[in-house]
């Protein structure tokens, strides 16, 4: 009797042990919101300058490629002009999509010819996109960007030579 028990606990702990319970493997993805965003420098910068024939004159600087955004969804550009470029003179820029832009370009909006506030005031909106910046084939964006500074002082011809200072930033809103 004693071995017919001992036999019936064997097979019963090697039928346990040997079952095999099913589990259904998975994997939980939770994408974030990209973004990515890059002032380039260009090796050469062609100012124009503008007698205007008034007190204050202009130089303009046109930058091709200048900004690049990658976004997953929609996005604003903003800028406010920096320190260093006295209280009589004014920034302005006006942003364009760039010619080598590959990425999605529905839903942009461009600012024309903003006059940008001081670092300690609100920011103004450069470019504003309502969608993605990827197109299926092409993540980023490219935007050319033309800057106008109006001083006294344009071209120089005191002891500090103009310098066009813009802080730029981006925001998913």
């Known amino acids: 009797m004693k071995k017919a028990l001992s036999i019936l606990v064997f097979l019963f702990i090697a039928i346990a042990n040997s079952v095999v319970f099913a589990q ?8 974030l919101d990209a973004l990515s965003f ?10 124009e300058y503008i007698d205007s024939g008034k007190k204050k004159d202009r130089l303009v600087a046109k930058i091709p490629d200048h900004i690049t955004v ?10 406010v002009s920096g320190s ?8 302005s820029l006006t942003s364009y ?12 909006v461009f600012g024309r010819s903003i006059q ?7 920011s103004a909106t450069v470019i504003s996109a309502s969608n ?42």
Request: zero cysteines.
């Open 24 to 31: 259904t493997p998975g994997l939980t993805i939770k994408l």
């Open 38 to 47: 890059t002032i380039s420098q260009p090796e050469n910068l062609n100012l």
């Open 70 to 79: 990658i976004s997953s969804r929609g996005y604003e550009v903003k800028a």
């Open 84 to 91: 260093g470029i006295g209280k009589e003179s004014k920034v």
């Open 97 to 108: 999509i760039s010619k080598s832009n590959k990425g999605n370009t529905s839903g942009l």
């Open 116 to 122: 940008l506030p001081s670092s300690n005031g609100k």
């Open 132 to 173: 993605t910046s990827w197109n299926g084939i092409n993540p980023e964006n490219k935007f050319d960007i033309d800057y106008s500074l109006e001083t006294t002082n344009a071209f120089g011809k005191g002891e500090n030579p103009a310098s066009i200072p813009v802080i730029f930033t981006v925001l998913q809103p």
